[in-house]
T-cell receptor, first 116, second 112 residues
């Protein structure tokens, strides 16, 4: 069974801090994604990576960057945390196989980030 | 602007009855649709999908219906069980695109 692990369940950071959110998957998946979930807005794509060292902006990339140095790990970086980045952050992965590009994603359990 | 809309934030249903969740989309390029289920403190898990070449897909108690002309899909859960209490997200994309657009979610509560 696919396991996507996010390193922290809860984080509290101060405005202006640099924040790293880590995600590891154990199924050798090529594609990895970072979403944020906010009430009334659903899940919005921040960044995705279709392979190692490859990345592409999602719908709301402002204030974020990502790093994918190894296939199993995808990091989300908040360069200078702000209060409007308080949210639930969800990492997901997907293998590139016989299915369509949008075959189901496997999600981690999320990191609840609070910026004060 | 959200391209996938779930206009009902919540739904309460008696155990054993049918739950009907609705989803509307605006992008005519969308041709692949998925439903995800999310429990508190867990990530979303895939539930069921449908491509635009079909108008219905069934998996056990879960059936998804697609009306392309109305840009509308619905998820039916029959019969509803207490374990179905969760947030349900509708998602859509063009079939050749990595990116999924999600709705805001509908919270389903199944009453015993």
């Amino acid at each position: 069974d696919v396991k996507v692990t996010q390193s922290s369940r809860y984080l509290v950071k101060r405005t202006g801090e640099k924040v790293f959110l880590e995600c590891v998957q154990d199924m050798d998946h090529e594609n990895m994604f970072w979403y944020r979930q906010d009430p009334g807005l659903g899940l919005r794509l921040i960044y995705f990576s279709y392979d190692v060292k490859m990345k592409e902006k999602g719908d709301i990339p402002e204030g974020y960057s990502v790093s994918r140095e190894k296939k199993e790990r995808f990091s989300l970086i908040l360069e200078s945390a702000s209060t409007n980045q308080t949210s639930m952050y969800l990492c997901a992965s997907r293998g590139v196989g016989a299915g369509p590009p949008n075959s189901p994603l496997h999600f981690g359990n999320g990191t609840r980030l609070t910026v004060t | 602007d959200q391209q996938v809309k779930q206009n009902s934030p919540s739904l309460s249903v008696q155990e054993g009855r049918i739950s009907i969740l609705n989803c509307d989309y605006t992008n005519s390029m969308f041709d692949y649709f998925l439903w995800y289920k999310k429990y508190p403190a867990e990530g979303p898990t895939f539930l069921i999908s449908i491509s635009s070449i079909k108008d219905k897909n069934e998996d056990g108690r879960f059936t998804v219906f697609l009306n392309k002309s109305a840009k509308h899909l619905s998820l039916h859960i029959v019969p509803s069980q207490p374990g179905d209490s969760a947030v349900y997200f509708c998602a859509a994309s063009p079939s050749n695109d990595y990116k999924l657009s999600f709705g805001a979610g509908t919270t389903v509560t199944v009453r015993a």
